[in-house]
């Protein structure tokens, strides 16, 4: 997967016109590299400040909301089979036991804002969901944060791109 998104970052650096929003999308989808990274690189190489933050919101969404789609079928499969699996016969690991600490301190809001740059959207939506999230709440609050992280990141790596030059 590593070799994949590098190959990617270094096509974005000689890509340009749709082509480069396209690749700007698949590495905001790409769980490792999501949008933390994928943002000041765009910038960085003159791509428009304005649809990067579009292709790389709309790129880290994308697979937020297949994640979703993916456990609603998954427990719809589950409910079908009369599955006797459950959160609580998965795991008692320390780090388990960690995740569902921070989750009963700080709920859908906490685990959606501090996510890109803990955990990444993909692991917290899925942490999230099997902690039993309500699925309008966390759709909302995964929103709202990959909103303002895109707004933020674009604005600091577009000024900073500036103040370098």
């Known amino acids: 997967m590593e070799q994949i998104s590098d190959l990617l970052i270094t096509q974005l650096y000689f890509s340009d016109g749709l082509i480069?929003?396209?690749?700007?999308?698949?590495?905001?989808?790409?769980?490792l590299v999501e949008i933390l990274v994928v943002i000041p690189i765009a910038i960085a190489v003159g791509l428009d400040p304005f649809l990067v933050a579009i292709s790389a919101f709309v790129g880290n969404l994308v697979p937020v909301y297949?994640?979703?789609?993916?456990?609603i079928n998954i427990k719809k499969l589950?409910?079908?089979l009369?599955?006797?699996?459950?959160?609580?016969n998965i795991s008692?690991?320390?780090?388990?036991?960690?995740s569902l600490h921070i989750w009963n301190k700080y709920g859908i809001p906490g685990i959606s804002i501090i996510s890109p740059?803990?955990?990444?959207t993909h692991l917290a939506t899925i942490m999230a969901?099997?902690?039993?999230?309500?699925?309008?709440?966390?759709?909302i609050w995964m929103c709202i944060s990959l909103l303002a992280w895109t707004v933020l990141l674009t604005v600091?790596?577009?000024y900073g791109v500036q103040f370098i030059l």
């Not at 740059?117 to 990444?120: E, Q, R, V």
């Not at 969901?129 to 759709?139: D, Q, Y």
């Open 156 to 158: 600091l790596s577009y």
């Open 20 to 31: 480069a929003y396209l690749l700007v999308f698949i590495l905001a989808a790409i769980p």
């Open 66 to 71: 297949l994640i979703i789609i993916g456990y």
């Open 129 to 139: 969901l099997v902690f039993g999230a309500k699925i309008s709440s966390l759709v």
């Open 92 to 98: 008692t690991s320390k780090r388990r036991q960690t």
């Open 78 to 80: 589950e409910h079908k």
């Open 82 to 88: 009369k599955s006797k699996i459950s959160c609580q």
């Open 117 to 120: 740059i803990i955990t990444g």
